[in-house]
């Protein structure tokens, strides 16, 4: 995916959850990872979604109705919820979709744990340990997300990504700051090609 096409999709849902004073959201969303997924291949196995706007909705309505319940507590569940549910209708292009074959079993004090580190970490190393949050980040989300009953693997270190990340703000700096535009999409990128899906018996690097 380009990063054109990307921008494109975000202001088209920005557009229309405006237009609709915030109702349209969940369909907006669904465009943008709509795009996202269709454009992300693994092993050579393009990925689709399923979700729908309307599923979305009603999602979103009940996590804010227990949020509201239970005085704001529910909240910290939120993402983890959310990272389920876009997961559940994920499957592999030339597989069938079949609910219960894709799903994320991480937990939330696991989300919780690697949000506090990897923040903690990035602010007392002034950014420069970033690279490694990334692959710290990134291998956890990929070491608990199945796809068509296959768990996915992310083989990329921080050693890999250093170089490309130094290259990237290079980039940034001699275009007065434009090629920033580019960094999550790059990021996005190589996290990508750095994701497997797992072998039988094979180990966490």
Same mark, same amino acid.
């Given at each position: ?64 109705? /227990? %949020?509201?319940?239970? #005085? =704001? ?8 919820? $959310?990272? @389920? *549910?876009? &997961? ?32 903690? /970490? %990035?602010?007392?190393? #002034? =950014? ?8 710290? $980040?990134? @291998? *956890?989300? &990929? ?63």
């Amino acid at each position: 995916g380009g990063l054109l096409q990307l921008i494109g999709w975000k202001l088209l849902g920005a557009l229309i959850t405006t237009i609709t004073l915030g109702i349209a959201y969940p369909w907006a969303m669904c465009m943008v990872y709509n795009w996202e997924v269709k454009h992300t291949v693994i092993d050579g196995k393009r990925l689709k979604f399923e979700g729908t706007g309307a599923s979305l909705f009603v999602q979103r309505f009940k996590w804010g109705l /227990l %949020t509201l319940i239970t #005085f =704001g507590i529910y909240a910290l569940w939120i993402p983890i919820k $959310k990272e @389920k *549910w876009v &997961a559940s209708n994920i499957h592999f292009e030339d597989e069938d979709f079949v609910k219960g074959d894709s799903y994320f079993d991480g937990g939330l004090l696991g989300l919780i744990g690697v949000n506090l580190f990897s923040n903690m /970490l %990035t602010f007392m190393s #002034f =950014g420069l340990l970033y690279p490694f949050v990334i692959c710290y $980040k990134q @291998k *956890w989300f &990929a070491k608990h997300t199945i796809i068509n009953r296959k768990r996915l693997i992310f083989k990329g270190t921080s050693l890999s990504l250093v170089g490309h990340y130094f290259l990237w703000w290079f980039l940034s700096l001699i275009t007065f700051g434009i090629f920033t535009l580019w960094l999550p999409i790059k990021i996005w990128q190589w996290k990508a090609k750095n994701t497997h899906i797992k072998l039988k018996d094979e180990q966490d690097v």
